[in-house]
């Protein structure tokens, strides 16, 4: 009787014991199933806004559109109308192609050499491009009518890809070293102490036509960082530090001590915003390249900084205190973008039931969690909000409207964002660049 009591109490052990087993494997077989069905889904949003750039590009400059309708009726830019903000993301963007198998680097290396060959040519001022480009003739179209002329701030952007993507090549082969060299010369020809008009501020605009009367001295904090930050790395044409202090910072008055939903605010807007937080890419056009993850100086923790304007967004959309309906823990996320009455900017103190997905999407790296909800969620339940290129630039379910059309500023960040989440690897090549380290060291940054 003891031998089988002695068997049975094994023979209980034993099937406990597998069935402890079985549970502890099909809940790791779970989790590696959710894992590997997240990195699918990221790898499709990469690949479909990735193909804006690629695909979608304007055919004789390779650059990015400003905008693409799949209805065609909506009003639009002239044609052959290409950004160089969004072109400096779609740069990015095809890195990231490269990376994750898209495309070849030589498909891509091509792709670059017809882009810079033709902003060689392109209309500059004082070495500033326009914000919007002819693609086939590589004249100035006027953003405004006196937006003719000198955008610093868009050339940022596109310096900002334009100097990853010389990194990416910068030891490579005789040609791809003669691209570099391009990216260089163009880079050096930008006269970024010139847009300060001799005062201890840079100017966002300059035209031939209307010289200064755009009268816009950029004062942050708003998207602007990255300006700042490459006039003064510029080897050949850099701003002072003063220039830095005294004009973005508005000598020490940029920080803030205030905080909205619990987060701290760390940075305060232009003194004549009165909005507590800004739209949601104000934490992504500067940081596509600019690597906020322990950069500080003398007025900020940047990656605390954009972190905490992401939740800030997302608690706010979870509260919903307008009542809006679909506003969720999945269903967040306010920038400026197309609304239901043309374009218009997007925050938790100016909203109108417009959600812009890029917001949440170009997020990952400050709210990973929240913003996957947003994905699957868009991906699961709403693919009637997805298209060719991703996800439509804005819809509202409070207002039963969504649009069919897609802005490069709004598609760009996607990718290279998630990338960045994923791999660092657009942060990694732009901080490495000595000319932005030696900018960096100027303005007195740490990172």
């Not at 052959?80 to 680097?105: C, D, N, Q, S």
Request: glycine share 8%.
């Amino acid at each position: 009787m003891k031998i089988k009591s002695l068997f049975l109490t094994i023979l209980c052990l034993t099937f406990f014991n597998c069935k402890e087993h079985k549970k502890k494997d099909n809940e790791i077989n779970g989790s590696n199933n959710v894992a590997l069905e997240d990195e699918a889904l990221l790898d499709k949003i990469q690949k479909q806004t990735f193909n804006y750039f690629w695909d979608g590009a304007e055919p004789n400059s390779g650059l990015a559109p400003e905008r693409l309708h799949m209805d065609n009726i909506y009003p639009t830019s002239p044609k052959h109308t290409v950004t160089t903000g969004g072109t400096g993301f779609g740069m990015m963007a095809i890195l990231v192609g490269i990376k994750r198998g898209f495309i070849t680097r030589d498909q891509a290396f091509h792709r670059f050499v017809k882009m810079i060959n033709f902003l060689e040519k392109a209309d500059r001022f004082h070495g500033a491009w326009p914000h919007w480009i002819n693609g086939q003739t590589g004249k100035v179209i006027p953003f405004s009518k006196k937006d003719n002329g000198g955008d610093l701030v868009e050339t940022a952007f596109l310096i900002q890809g334009m100097l990853t993507v010389a990194e990416y090549f910068n030891e490579g082969n005789a040609e791809e070293r003669k691209l570099v060299e391009k990216i260089q010369k163009l880079w050096e020809e930008v006269e970024w102490d010139w847009y300060t008009k001799g005062e201890d501020v840079l100017y966002w605009h300059w035209s031939p036509e209307y010289k200064w009367e755009m009268n816009f001295p950029v004062a942050g904090y708003n998207e602007c960082l990255i300006m700042y930050i490459l006039a003064a790395s510029s080897p050949t044409h850099p701003i002072k530090k003063v220039v830095y202090d005294k004009g973005w910072a508005r000598n020490g008055k940029i920080v803030s001590t205030e905080k909205f939903y619990g987060e701290d605010l760390i940075l305060d807007y232009y003194e004549h915003d009165t909005s507590p937080v800004g739209p949601l890419f104000w934490a992504h056009y500067s940081y596509t390249g600019l690597n906020p993850k322990n950069l500080s100086d003398t007025y900020a923790d940047y990656w605390k900084l954009v972190q905490n304007q992401a939740k800030i967004h997302y608690k706010y959309a979870v509260e919903n205190p307008k009542n809006y309906k679909g506003y969720s823990d999945s269903i967040w996320g306010l920038t400026s973008s197309y609304s239901i009455k043309g374009y218009s900017g997007h925050r938790p103190n100016e909203d109108i039931g417009v959600i812009t997905p890029t917001a949440a999407l170009s997020s990952f790296p400050y709210t990973p969690k929240e913003s996957m909800k947003m994905l699957k969620k868009l991906y699961k339940d709403h693919d009637s909000l997805i298209g060719k290129y991703g996800p439509y630039d804005a819809f509202s379910f409070e207002h039963h409207w969504y649009t069919p059309r897609y802005l490069a500023i709004d598609q760009g960040p996607i990718p290279v964002m998630i990338e960045n989440y994923r791999t660092g690897l657009i942060w990694n090549l732009f901080m490495r660049n000595q000319d932005v380290k030696n900018g960096l060291k100027k303005l007195d940054f740490n990172y």
